[in-house]
């Protein structure tokens, strides 16, 4: 095999291996949290390579081929313990899926009813 082709062949198999792999992690400190599963294509941007490079608590999160800066999912603290004794009140629907649909600070959690609701974490 010429050793053209060779170093074509190794290239690609590293990018292949590279797409895989989470962010770099540069400079900036890693952020609390998880990155959310992005199902909308992207355009192979990279706005990103750590989480000290996006504003506020955004964390840089892959996005197919392409590096975005995304609100994590989850957030600090603990989902209060639910008496399953004891009938709460509580709305009896799914309010969220995952903590970063929920305003603030609040977090998604299991509520009285057995759905989910936006509520104050516990420390």
Sequence with gaps: M???????????LLGLLLLGLPPVTGTGAEKKGVCPQVTV??????ECQSDGECADNLKCCRAGCATICQMPNEKEGSCPQVDSGIPQLGLCVDQCQVDSQCAGKLKCCRNGCGKVSCVTPVS
């Design 41 to 46: 294509g992207q355009n192979c941007t990279q």
């Design 2 to 12: 010429p050793a053209r082709r060779l170093s074509l062949l190794a290239a690609a």
